[in-house]
């Protein structure tokens, strides 16, 4: 029983020293954040970095999509819910009847790429193009409707490649591209950016929607344009600032009321300008003009 009770101590004692070497147990505080694969790269670089400026304070981030962080908001399991769209007025009302209070916040600005394989010969492409792609009842199958041949793709069938349904990239491009109408049956829903990006950096006929933010350089970046034959718009940390992309959009990050406490200490050093260039670093538009040097 000596040796038990000895053995008990002795891992007490262990634990106490780990706690106060991890900046003082009982005084530490963690944040919970989860929600959009767009924001997920960011917000982990947000949380390292905030770890210099306050050490008793850690965020916890994860992703799963932005519906996954709305509904954890609306259960009241997170602190912060990252989002790539605004939440439903359905959402909105249910954390309310939750006894949640749902306050928006932008933390900054996303240029939605139109990806293609790097040795597709087409440049620029309409809103009404994606939406014959990517649509319910569109009627472009092939490389060949759209006048190009691609080199490698065998029969120039497209790949068409999307997010799953609970993603604000795939709710986003759809209300933009297919105004709320139906995907196209036979969709290669990808669960993350990065397997959207590796796919159609793998697939010569392929042609995939992503945040900027994920691009690299085997992939070629559709200039899109608002109308058929019209002047198209490269996707860019600068034309997503100025709204003159396209397929631009805020980000947001979500929490219950005005945040107060070791959270809004949070929320304020995002929206500060060591924040906002954190974010400017890492391929997005800042929310506010910054001066990052």
Excluded at 4 to 21: D, E, F, G, H, I
Excluded at 39 to 67: I, K, P
Aim: aromatic letters at 6%.
């Amino acid at each position: 029983m000596l040796k038990r009770n000895a053995l008990l101590v002795a891992v007490a004692t262990m634990v106490s020293a780990l706690l106060a070497a991890c900046g003082g147990g009982q005084d530490r505080q963690v944040i919970q954040n989860k929600g959009s694969d767009t924001l997920v790269n960011v917000a982990q670089a947000w949380a390292e970095a905030y770890q210099t400026v306050d050490s008793a304070t850690v965020v916890a981030v994860s992703g799963g999509g932005s519906g996954t962080g709305i509904a954890a908001l609306i259960n009241g399991t997170v602190d912060i819910a990252n989002a790539s769209r605004a939440m439903k007025d359905k959402e909105i009302k249910l954390a309310k009847d939750g006894g949640h209070n749902p306050i928006q916040h932008i933390v900054g600005y996303d240029a939605l790429a139109v990806y293609l394989h790097e040795d597709n010969p087409l440049n620029t492409i309409s809103i009404e193009q994606l939406a014959e792609i990517y649509g319910d009842g569109g009627t472009y199958a092939k490389w060949t409707d759209l006048g190009v041949e691609v080199p490698g793709c065998k029969d120039q069938t497209m790949v068409v490649v999307s997010r799953q349904n609970n993603s604000g990239t795939y709710a986003y491009f759809r209300q933009t591209v297919l105004g709320k109408g139906d995907f196209r049956l036979g969709t290669r829903d990808m669960h993350g950016s990065k397997d959207v990006v590796d796919l159609v950096e793998n697939t010569p006929c392929a042609i995939g929607y992503s945040g900027l933010a994920y691009a690299t350089e085997h992939l070629k970046l559709a200039c899109i344009s608002a109308e058929t034959g019209g002047a198209c718009v490269d996707p860019s940390v600068a034309t997503a600032s100025d709204g003159s992309y396209p397929i631009a959009r805020p980000l947001f990050m979500y929490t219950n009321g005005e945040p107060t406490g070791y959270v809004g200490k949070y929320l304020d050093w995002i929206k500060s300008e060591t924040g906002q260039c954190i974010i400017s670093e890492k391929g997005y538009a800042p929310a506010v003009p910054v001066n990052c040097g």
